[in-house]
């Protein structure tokens, strides 16, 4: 018999040579943990997310105790992500030295100096209204707005965080924080930018969580249309032309090949964010007993990474840490 056709199967075998040639690999700093920390009097604050059951909004104190236990663990990187005591129109507590954020980031630092601190910089968490900007005649003012998110990244940088990661969608907001940042000495600290960010309904848990519902209305108008593959790619050149230094693309799954097209456009880190919606439709199959959520996860952020994600964005990062140790 002439066996000419293929024999994948050869290498598919057993276990060790299945791990001998497998192309992609999950690994510990490929991960990065959200966290929500508020603003509050109660320093044992630990507040459920009901919509993102594993996540909790965390005091300052409830953080230290949580990223502890993550870091025992492995985590290597975290985002954060503020809730302020109080809003107002122009979310002054997102640039006030003594905001939430900036006070997490000098306590995280100042216990694990190693640990990459990144910090969302955006005013939707912030502002009365809900919106990632400053409104007239509600809507949202972009050039004016990028004073406000300068100065927003600014303090984060003060406070000693390792990277910012702005996600409002405002046009030149790349390049309003990198001369900002520029201008008063942090010419190292890298940009993050929420290059490829789609108004996109898997956000929905994050906005419980954050608490940062718009008021009115919706993001369409700044956030991106899903349906555009071309203006993505425009959008990440433009962040890229103005100084970022890792292009992220938001959400992750129902996203890869805006993200294969990022990877394969522009010789940049990469990074994807697997969203609160992509992490509660999995855990609500799993609580379900419908799939089994560790093969789940681990196939989801396999895809993710196989399409060109350096970086991954995912509540998931500690749970994958457990499960690798």
Request: hydrophobic fraction near 40%; charged fraction near 25%.
């Given at each position: 018999?002439?066996?000419t056709f293929y024999r994948g199967r050869r290498l598919r075998r057993t276990p060790a040579l299945r791990d001998l040639v497998r192309e992609t690999e999950i690994r510990p700093q490929d991960l990065i943990q959200p966290y929500f920390v508020v603003e509050t009097d109660d320093p044992e604050f630990s507040q459920p997310i009901s919509s993102m059951p594993g996540q909790a909004q965390y005091s300052l104190n409830k953080l230290q105790e949580r990223v502890a236990q993550a870091v025992d663990l492995g985590l290597r990187a975290l985002i954060l992500f503020g809730i302020p005591k109080e809003k107002d129109p122009k979310g002054s507590q ?232």
């Amino acid at each position: 018999m002439n066996n000419t056709f293929y024999r994948g199967r050869r290498l598919r075998r057993t276990p060790a040579l299945r791990d001998l040639v497998r192309e992609t690999e999950i690994r510990p700093q490929d991960l990065i943990q959200p966290y929500f920390v508020v603003e509050t009097d109660d320093p044992e604050f630990s507040q459920p997310i009901s919509s993102m059951p594993g996540q909790a909004q965390y005091s300052l104190n409830k953080l230290q105790e949580r990223v502890a236990q993550a870091v025992d663990l492995g985590l290597r990187a975290l985002i954060l992500f503020g809730i302020p005591k109080e809003k107002d129109p122009k979310g002054s507590q997102a640039y006030a030295d003594t905001g939430i954020v900036q006070e997490a980031v000098r306590r995280l630092k100042a216990r694990w100096p190693e640990l990459v601190v990144i910090t969302d910089v955006c005013m939707c968490e912030f502002t009365s209204h809900g919106h990632c900007g400053i409104l007239e005649n509600q809507y949202v003012q972009n050039d004016i707005t990028l004073d406000y998110l300068a100065k927003t990244a600014l303090s984060h940088a003060r406070a000693g965080a390792d990277m910012v990661a702005p996600s409002d969608m405002m046009d030149g907001r790349i390049q309003a924080i990198r001369e900002a940042l520029d201008k008063k000495g942090f010419e190292e600290l890298p940009i993050m930018s929420y290059a490829v960010k789609s108004a996109s309904s898997f956000y929905g848990p994050f906005r419980e969580a954050a608490e940062s519902a718009p008021a009115f209305g919706d993001r369409k108008s700044y956030q991106m249309d899903p349906a555009n593959l071309r203006q993505a790619m425009c959008e990440a050149q433009a962040d890229l032309d103005e100084g970022a230094d890792i292009l992220m693309v938001k959400p992750a799954l129902p996203y890869l090949d805006v993200l294969r097209r990022i990877r394969d456009g522009f010789d940049v880190p990469t990074a994807a964010y697997q969203v609160s919606g992509e992490y509660s439709m999995i855990k609500a199959g799993a609580q379900m007993g419908w799939i089994d959520e560790q093969k789940i996860v681990m196939e989801s952020l396999t895809s993710i990474k196989r399409a060109g994600a350096d970086l991954i964005i995912t509540y998931f990062a500690e749970n994958v840490l457990r499960w690798m140790a």
